[in-house]
Nanobody
């Protein structure tokens, strides 16, 4: 019902910035929660940020708070993640996720119904 495609990843120097996009298609009107997760090699997939359909319900992992900003544009069916002051430890595949029908807090993997295929972010020292 819903397809998610991430874009905007790349290679940047520490301290640099990237803006990730997640384009949703299909029954996007059914979505109530969207979020960003990331997974580094050999690590568990971890929560990064979430946003509700209204643009509220925003929450960030402590590790990115103050550096990353999540936003959404319902008219464009797109969620964004502005990443500033990037650190080498931010290196990971970043995944977009979405939940349908009912709103949730959006901080855990288990509550999402749809996932994108990810976009690589690499931050060099």
């Amino acid at each position: 019902q819903v397809q998610l495609v991430e874009s905007g990843g790349g290679l940047v120097q520490a301290g640099g910035s990237l803006r990730l996009s997640c384009a949703a298609s299909g029954r996007t009107f059914s979505l109530t929660t969207m979020g960003w997760f990331r997974q580094a090699p050999g690590k568990e997939r971890e929560f990064v940020a979430t946003i509700s359909r209204s643009g509220g319900g925003i929450s960030y992992a402590d590790s990115v708070k103050g550096r990353f900003t999540v936003s959404g544009d319902n008219a464009k069916n797109t969620m964004y993640l502005q990443m500033n002051s990037l650190k080498p430890e931010d290196t990971a595949v970043y995944y977009c996720a979405a939940r349908r029908t009912t709103y949730s807090g959006g901080r855990t993997r288990e509550e999402y119904n749809y996932w994108g295929q990810g976009t690589q972010v690499t931050v060099s020292s």
